[in-house]
């Protein structure tokens, strides 16, 4: 019970600031004003209308920090309207019943320690109405009126904090999916420059050919890069649907062998087979752009990590349980001097459509990566 009152009281205030005063604070004032004068200059069953009325208009401009200083001003109004019930004998004015605003402007906008102690607050206030005479439909009525506007502040409290963090995890997943992108992108043909470039280097004494060879490869693939980046920036600044924007199908996963062909030297890295069995008109546009950004990641990690392999193998089966993605390499896996997130992406990537993603050493050596995607996950 200590630990539930302590976690109460050390509670934060509302997730978004409150807003600053505005001109309709201004009007409400006025207004409260406005009605204490006419309802003490109409009543007539007032024992001491003026002083009702001053108390009234005393206390109104408490509307104007309700947001700010809730707790403060609740107690400034609710001790005032507490004393004119004591010596008026609960001949108050009705407009007094603008109080109930700051009711809900402690509960919509107050810390946790304000909540506890305005709720002490309301329950002396209770009791002083009592005590003043007050009949008990009276005092039911108006703790009824109480409870709404505590439940309103509370009830938009939480639902400002549940749309913070509605939007928090559309920033989360947007970023992740950024990262993803750019890092399936760029990062693969920046790999294909830096293996090409060592290429040309290692080769250069002996071919000096490689190295005209080498800027050949270097000019296609950072152009490759600047295309694809323009196309991320166009869908970024212009709000376009990522799928209008020029996509990855199937038949390019089948690049990758020719991709590697290109490095035309042993020194370039490993060969790269590709082989794909099944119906591909069967696979969905955005599956086919992901079983391709895959397969890609796969064959720059085992590019990149594979120590000695001379081969990898890409195969792609397709049935109608759904797409299987297999990419095998016979050389020594090696870890990155700094962890990276290719693993991180395809893990996501796979999980966003329904399947799985495992990596581990394949059981006649070497390193492979098995993708199974079930029609279940993205048939819709």
């Keep these: 019970m200590t630990g539930l009152l302590r976690s109460a009281w050390n509670a934060p205030g509302a997730v978004l600031p409150p807003p600053r005063r505005v001109w309709r604070d201004w009007v409400l004032v006025s207004l409260v004003v406005l009605i204490a004068l006419l309802e003490a200059i109409l009543r007539t069953d007032l024992s001491q209308p003026l002083l009702a009325a001053v108390i009234v208009i005393a206390s109104a401009p408490t509307l104007l920090w309700r947001r700010t200083r809730p707790l403060l001003m609740l107690a400034i109004a609710y001790s005032a309207m507490a004393v004119a019930a004591l010596l008026m004998d609960n001949s108050i004015l009705y407009t007094s019943v603008y109080v109930i605003l700051l009711a809900y402007a402690l509960f919509r906008w107050g810390k946790g320690r304000d909540l506890l102690l305005g709720s002490g607050i309301l329950l002396a206030n209770l009791v002083v109405y009592g005590l003043g005479g007050a009949l008990f439909v009276d005092i039911v009525g108006e703790a009824g009126l109480t409870v709404i506007m505590v439940t309103l502040g509370v009830a938009l409290r939480y639902r400002a904090r549940a749309r913070v963090r509605e939007i928090d995890r559309a920033k989360l997943l947007e970023r992740e999916m950024l990262a993803r992108d750019l890092h399936d992108t760029v990062a693969h043909h920046v790999s294909a420059i830096a293996i090409r470039a060592q290429a040309g280097l290692a080769t250069a004494a002996l071919k000096p050919e490689a190295a005209t060879d080498a800027l050949r490869v270097i000019e ?131 999980s966003l459509l329904g399947g799985t993603c495992q990596s581990g050493r394949a059981p006649g050596g070497g390193w492979v990566v098995t993708i199974v995607l079930p029609r279940v996950g993205w048939t819709t």
């Excluded at 050389?331 to 001097?337: F, I, K, L, M």
């Design 220 to 350: 296609a693939e950072a152009s490759k890069t600047l295309a694809e980046m323009r196309s991320m920036v166009r869908v970024l600044r212009q709000g376009d649907a990522p799928e209008l924007a020029p996509g990855r199908t199937l038949a390019d996963i089948e690049q990758l062998a020719s991709t590697a062909l290109l490095a035309g030297t042993e020194a370039a890295g490993p060969r790269v087979d590709v082989r794909i069995t099944g119906d591909t008109e069967s696979i969905p546009p955005i599956v086919a752009a992901a079983l391709f950004r895959l397969a890609q990641e796969s064959v720059t990690n085992a590019r990149r990590h594979a120590r000695g392999a001379s081969i990898i193998d890409v195969v792609l089966e397709i049935d109608e349980s759904g797409v299987r993605l297999t990419v095998t390499n016979d050389g020594e896996a090696v870890p990155a001097a700094t962890p990276g997130y290719g693993i991180t992406g395809m893990m996501e990537r796979t």
